[in-house]
Nanobody
Framework: VQLQASGGGLVQAGGSLRLSCAAS????????IGWYRQAPGKQRELVAD???????DYADFAKGRFTISRDNAKNTVYLQMNSLKPEDTAVYSC??????????WGKGTQVTVSS
């Protein structure tokens, strides 16, 4: 499984971004795709994830502002981020977990929110 994250950038506080995570390879084996983020000096943390049967889970800081969704035809998972705050600044990476508990990571995309 290969993952390609895109959509990061520089945005002002209150703005929006949509991140994309395109999966390729043995996508049929994927059970869950999640978005994680890591800010400088901080541990990586889960932002949101979505399972193959569309169950979703969000970190508390993401609830009400971020939405995770998937387009199965494009093998792509999206993270719509609204009402962005400076503290959302981080490298955002996507992760895939397969039905056999293998884990794959894509290269991250930088999100910078200016105040």
């Amino acid at each position: 499984v290969q993952l390609q994250a895109s959509g990061g950038g520089l945005v002002q506080a209150g703005g929006s971004l949509r991140l994309s995570c395109a999966a390729s390879g043995s996508t049929f084996s994927i059970n869950t795709i999640g978005w994680y983020r890591q800010a400088p000096g901080k541990q990586r943390e889960l932002v949101a994830d979505i399972t193959s049967d569309d169950n979703t889970d969000y970190a508390d800081f993401a609830k009400g502002r971020f939405t995770i969704s998937r387009d199965n035809a494009k093998n792509t998972v999206y993270l719509q981020m609204n009402s962005l705050k400076p503290e959302d600044t981080a490298v955002y990476s996507c992760n895939a977990q397969t039905k056999r508990f293998m884990t794959y990571w894509g290269k991250g995309t930088q999100v910078t929110v200016s105040s």
